[in-house]
């Protein structure tokens, strides 16, 4: 599926409207184009991960990363059935949790909560998966809508629930495997 940009602004967005993947036009606040944005915020603080020097070790994995997250932003941004257009497959979610128990078995056991920070990688990591819950959530809320349920790719939201998964495992293999995280003491500063 070739893409071809030859012009960056068009004013077709100027009153306050968008296209779609499959042509229609919708409100620039529609929860479909607030899905797939999220999305591609994500993938941008996934970009973070690697100019900040920290991709290091997961460098190749965060491209792989990024480069789904364009699939599964192509996914929200075409509505409809499944057909020959660009769909997230099983397949992906079934890598994603390929990566997960590699990383997962490297890993301290944990006793508490983890708070979000340590090394600079496992802080943008951390971030990287708040902002896919988010996407998650807008997701499942789009689904919600009665015009839209058979009109998003449930592959999405499985996806977007491992991806989360896999982010929180790598963040706390970039705090030394876990020995390096820092937990959450419940009640700690009550007085």
């Given at each position: 599926?070739?893409?071809?940009?030859?012009?960056?602004?068009?004013?077709?967005?100027?009153?306050?409207?968008?296209?779609?993947?499959?042509?229609?036009?919708?409100?620039?606040?529609?929860?479909?184009?607030?899905?797939?944005?999220?999305?591609?915020?994500?993938?941008?603080?996934?970009?973070?991960?690697?100019?900040?020097?920290?991709?290091?070790?997961?460098?190749?994995?965060?491209?792989?990363?990024?480069?789904?997250?364009?699939?599964?932003?192509?996914d929200?941004?075409?509505?409809?059935?499944?057909?020959?257009?660009?769909r997230?497959?099983?397949?992906?979610?079934?890598?994603?949790?390929?990566?997960?128990?590699?990383?997962?078995?490297?890993?301290?056991?944990?006793?508490?909560?983890?708070?979000?920070?340590?090394?600079?990688?496992?802080?943008w990591?951390h971030?990287?998966?708040?902002?896919?819950?988010?996407?998650?959530?807008?997701?499942?809320?789009?689904?919600?809508?009665?015009?839209?349920?058979?009109?998003?790719?449930?592959?999405?939201?499985?996806?977007?629930n491992?991806?989360?998964?896999?982010?929180?495992?790598?963040?706390?293999?970039?705090?030394?495997?876990?020995?390096?995280?820092?937990?959450?003491?419940?009640?700690?500063?009550?007085?």
């Open positions: 599926m070739p893409v071809h940009l030859n012009r960056i602004y068009t004013r077709s967005g100027d009153d306050g409207t968008t296209g779609l993947g499959d042509g229609s036009r919708v409100p620039k606040h529609h929860l479909r184009v607030e899905a797939y944005g999220t999305v591609d915020e994500a993938n941008s603080v996934l970009g973070l991960v690697v100019a900040d020097g920290g991709g290091g070790a997961y460098r190749e994995l965060i491209l792989e990363l990024q480069n789904d997250l364009f699939d599964v932003g192509s929200l941004c075409v509505p409809g059935e499944m057909g020959d257009r660009l997230v497959p099983p397949e992906y979610t079934a890598r994603l949790e390929g990566h997960i128990d590699r990383f997962n078995g490297d890993l301290s056991p944990l006793n508490s909560f983890v708070l979000p920070g340590g090394t600079q990688t496992s802080a990591l971030l990287a998966r708040t902002v896919v819950r988010r996407a998650e959530r807008v997701v499942t809320a789009l689904r919600e809508v009665p015009s839209e349920t058979h009109r998003v790719n449930l592959e999405v939201v499985h996806y977007l491992r991806l989360s998964d896999l982010l929180f495992v790598m963040a706390r293999h970039a705090n030394e495997r876990g020995r390096g995280d820092v937990l959450w003491q419940p009640g700690k500063n009550r007085r």
